[in-house]
């Protein structure tokens, strides 16, 4: 079993920056995708970011060199660090694990990530004004 749980949304102006954390609850030897994903009111969900067991990192077009995932594994925290912050960027956030072998990208956390393998946390808010 995976537990996640997200902190560090919060409002900001536009150009502003945030970090969200994610407090993660697994086993020692889980080999995990873990990644983060937004969900936008009237919008699809969206994966914005990935970090594979081999620390590869892959991100959503929309925010390449604006944001960075990354883990701290002393900490058992996974991080996404958010510059220049856009309006578009408002969404609740979440964090998730995925526990299969699959490929991980960005693009992967646009699922529903429902099944026994895969976990999400409860989410953060975003909020970014102009």
């Known amino acids: 079993q995976v537990q996640l749980v997200e902190s560090g949304g919060s409002s900001v102006q536009e150009g502003g920056s945030l970090t969200l954390s994610c407090a993660v609850s697994a086993h020692p030897r889980s080999r995990l995708c873990m990644g983060w994903f937004r969900q936008a009111p009237g919008k699809e969900r969206e994966g914005v970011a990935s970090l594979d067991t081999d620390g590869n990192t892959r991100y959503e077009d929309s925010v390449k060199g604006r944001f960075t995932i990354s883990k701290d594994n002393a900490k058992n925290t996974l991080y996404l660090q958010m510059n220049n912050l856009k309006p578009e960027d408002t969404a609740v956030y979440y964090c998730?694990?995925?526990?299969?072998?699959?490929?991980?990208?960005?693009?992967?956390?646009?699922?529903?990530?429902?099944?026994?393998?895969?976990?999400r946390g409860q989410g953060t808010q975003v909020t970014v004004s102009s």
């Open positions: 998730a694990a995925d526990r299969r072998p699959i490929s991980c990208t960005a693009a992967h956390f646009a699922g529903d990530f429902a099944g026994p393998l895969q976990f």
